[in-house]
Antibody
Framework: QVQLVESGGRVVQPGRSLRLSCAASGFTFSSFGMHWVRQAPGKGLEWVAVLSYDGSNKYYADSVKGRFTISRDQSKNRLDLQMNGLRVEDTAVYYC?????????????WGRGTLVTVSS | AIQLTQSPSSLSTSVGDRVTITCRASQGISSALAWYQQRPGKAPKLLIYDASSLESGVPSRFSGSGSGTDFTLTISSLQPEDFATYYCQQFNNYAGLTFGGGTKLEIK
């Protein structure tokens, strides 16, 4: 079954760190660029980061640059997001999403999301 | 960063209505635009890419048009399952990616 499953979300205090993971299955993970997209409660979608299919290129939204790091483990079909220096405004559901096979940054497969709550 | 402005932000409609949602980019993006549908508590679903290409498996009542700065998503005859929030999205490789603010379709 083609799917993405996120994990790792929980309640964390401001300034602390958290690592999210996304397990991919049912497709050739190493052939696709992968993204993280987040959605604050009751708000719209915000792109967070992208990592190319081979891990050679990564880009971040200005709001997380220098604090978040995207990575992938091709042997485990896993995408990660290391989040440091968390802020209250990072509270959101975090989705991992697959880049369309064309390579264009459209998302044709999404996970169900994992909730990160940053609160003291 | 390129901004996307969707209108309206919400719309009260009825089953069978024809609905048009607009997305305006702050600068030209050629045809690099997608539309997504998000139902409450669910992940977004890709409907349209490259401004007018229908994603596989998406009903033909959905269509997209436009290029440059002005884009539209049209639902030709609204079905009960179409009441959801719709987002446009653009990408500009190496310069990031943005979503519109969303349009919520509500039952009249």
């Amino acid at each position: 079954q083609v799917q993405l499953v996120e994990s790792g979300g929980r309640v964390v205090q401001p300034g602390r760190s958290l690592r999210l993971s996304c397990a991919a299955s049912g497709f050739t993970f190493s052939s696709f660029g992968m993204h993280w997209v987040r959605q604050a409660p009751g708000k719209g979608l915000e792109w967070v980061a992208v990592l190319s299919y081979d891990g050679s290129n990564k880009y971040y939204a200005d709001s997380v640059k220098g604090r978040f790091t995207i990575s992938r483990d091709q042997s485990k079909n896993r995408l990660d997001l290391q989040m440091n220096g968390l802020r209250v405004e990072d509270t959101a559901v975090y989705y991992c999403a697959r880049t369309q096979s064309s390579g264009n940054w459209y998302f044709d497969l999404w996970g169900r999301g994992t909730l990160v709550t940053v609160s003291s | 960063a390129i901004q996307l402005t969707q209108s309206p932000s919400s719309l009260s409609t009825s089953v069978g209505d024809r609905v048009t949602i607009t997305c305006r980019a702050s600068q030209g993006i050629s045809s690099a635009l997608a539309w997504y549908q998000q139902r409450p508590g669910k992940a977004p679903k890709l409907l349209i890419y490259d401004a007018s290409s229908l994603e596989s498996g998406v009903p033909s009542r959905f269509s997209g048009s436009g290029s440059g700065t002005d884009f539209t998503l049209t639902i030709s005859s609204l079905q009960p399952e179409d009441f959801a929030t719709y987002y446009c999205q653009q990408f500009n490789n190496y310069a990031g990616l943005t979503f519109g603010g969303g349009t919520k379709l509500e039952i009249k």
